[in-house]
């Protein structure tokens, strides 16, 4: 499977069924005085969880190549998304991964646009240096033969992880569902590159394959960088289980 933005592995609520389940109680207030009017907040609102083997980002492991637990929260009305979403993560006492983002999904004729902020914080992380981070993001993406869906995105840092300066993440995305209409085959290839003389840049790929049912995905996935930091290893197969809501 390809790796996602954070905010990728979702599926749409309803408000009024967000209602009935999350704001039951505060909306149960004020029902006997506004019964004639509607409660229902506008936009939708969805959830993820995901349990991965390795929690890769950019080719490189975030779990030290073990296990990984993930969720997150979103909310969108028309064009407008925000949402929250946080993975357990393991490196030098650092423990914990949160992002928030917000950004806008406009069309035109048969491309979709996605552009946005995303602020990585870690909060149990060690202050020097400094791992929190912002990235701005802009991606397009299209079907090609009302079958084969593409994309291309940018990311910019104007200063990425451990004060590395500014960064920049080009990356290519293509998917294709496999007759049967239960699994789809997904690529992906990006190149990370850094300011800072320091830091090696590298490129990373991932493909996959991803078996959809009853609101759970279900994906293997091989992926793996262009030589970095002195030829550090960084193949690996995973398995990720995933249920949007």
Do not use: C
């Amino acid at each position: 499977m390809t790796t996602p933005p954070k905010r990728a592995a979702k599926a749409r609520l309803t408000s009024s069924t967000i209602s009935g389940l999350a704001l039951a109680s505060l909306l149960s207030l004020s029902s006997a005085a506004h019964a004639e009017e509607d409660t229902s907040l506008p936009g939708d609102f969805s959830g993820n969880v995901a349990l991965t083997s390795n929690y890769i980002y950019r080719g490189v492991t975030q779990s030290n190549d073990g296990p990984a637990i993930s969720g997150g929260f979103d909310y969108e009305q028309d064009i407008f998304y925000a949402g929250i979403w946080g993975s357990s993560v393991e490196w030098d006492g650092t423990s914990l991964e949160v992002d928030y983002y917000f950004g806008a999904t406009p069309s035109y004729k048969n491309f979709e646009f996605d552009i946005g902020l995303i602020y990585y914080s870690y909060p149990d992380a060690p202050s020097d240096p400094e791992q929190n981070f912002v990235e701005f993001y802009a991606g397009v993406s299209t079907t090609l033969g009302e079958l084969v869906e593409v994309g291309a995105s940018l990311a910019v840092s104007p200063d990425f992880y451990g004060e590395s300066g500014q960064a920049l993440y080009p990356a290519l995305d293509a998917s294709v569902p496999l007759p049967g209409g239960i699994f789809s085959l997904a690529a992906h290839y990006g190149y990370q590159s850094f300011d800072d003389d320091l830091v090696d840049d590298y490129s990373d790929y991932n493909i996959g394959v991803t078996a959809s049912f009853e609101g759970f995905d279900l994906t293997l996935g091989y992926s793996d960088t262009s030589d970095r930091l002195g030829g550090e290893e960084d193949d690996t197969i995973f398995v990720s289980l995933a249920r949007s809501f």
